[in-house]
T-cell receptor, first 113, second 109 residues
Framework: DAGVTQSPTHLIKTRGQQVTLRCSPK?????VSWYQQALGQGPQFIFQ???????QRGNFPDRFSGHQFPNYSSELNVNALLLGDSALYLC????????????FGPGTRLTVL | EDQVTQSPEALRLQEGESSSLNCSYT??????LFWYRQDPGKGPEFLFT???AGEEKEKERLKATLTKKESFLHITAPKPEDSATYLC??????????FGKGTRLSVIA
């Protein structure tokens, strides 16, 4: 049973560029959530997708956008990158139930220079 | 606003020296509390979910407990492979997971 997968593993970008991160959920899961984790901090919720729509959104600017595809996989897009966007970006999948456990992928380490 | 505070920030134990990690929370109607383990540079690994005060769950050397204001993660006779950051997160109402900053555990052989 494949768990949550994310690509790429690492990414280096410069300020002002745009980046796309990808996530495939655990088999049987239909909900994908994205988190940003700065060094030494807990993950911060960015947004959640279900049925190809954004269900909830955390306190992140519109530069952060996402998409969910019919096969439940998802993308996170960040425009106009800032130095402060450097972080580990985590994808988690679950069933739509609000109390269902979220299972995390290995993350994408984004470095903005 | 939901808040989660974990203590201590860092803990260093000798192999076999049992201890507890604390997660205190302030939420409007707790629906679930989650414990995760995270190794450096990797994604969090699910450990436990607790739903109501008085509930306890165990897995190998780990035992999680829940009261109305806090949760404890008890580690019995830890081994070096238990070294990791342990994260606590809560769900209340229709909110997403709200995480604490974690406790960084080091177990020395």
């Amino acid at each position: 049973d494949a768990g949550v997968t994310q690509s790429p593993t690492h990414l280096i970008k410069t300020r002002g560029q745009q980046v796309t991160l990808r996530c495939s959920p655990k088999s049987g899961h239909d909900t994908v959530s994205w988190y940003q984790q700065a060094l030494g901090q807990g993950p911060q919720f960015i947004f959640q997708y279900y049925e190809e729509e954004e269900r909830q959104r955390g306190n992140f600017p519109d530069r952060f956008s996402g998409h969910q595809f019919p096969n439940y996989s998802s993308e996170l897009n960040v425009n106009a990158l800032l130095l402060g966007d450097s972080a580990l970006y985590l994808c988690a999948s679950s069933l739509v139930s609000g109390l269902d456990t979220q299972y995390f992928g290995p993350g994408t380490r984004l470095t903005v220079l | 606003e939901d808040q989660v505070t974990q203590s201590p920030e860092a803990l260093r134990l000798q192999e076999g020296e049992s201890s507890s990690l604390n997660c205190s929370y302030t939420v409007s109607g707790l629906r679930g509390l989650f414990w995760y383990r995270q190794d450096p540079g990797k994604g969090p690994e699910f450990l436990f979910t607790l739903y109501s005060a008085g509930e306890e769950k165990e897995k190998e050397r780990l035992k999680a407990t829940l009261t109305k204001k806090e949760s404890f993660l008890h580690i019995t006779a830890p081994k070096p492979e238990d070294s990791a950051t342990y994260l606590c997160a809560v769900v209340s109402g229709n909110t997403p997971l709200v995480f604490g900053k974690g406790t960084r555990l080091s177990v020395i052989a």
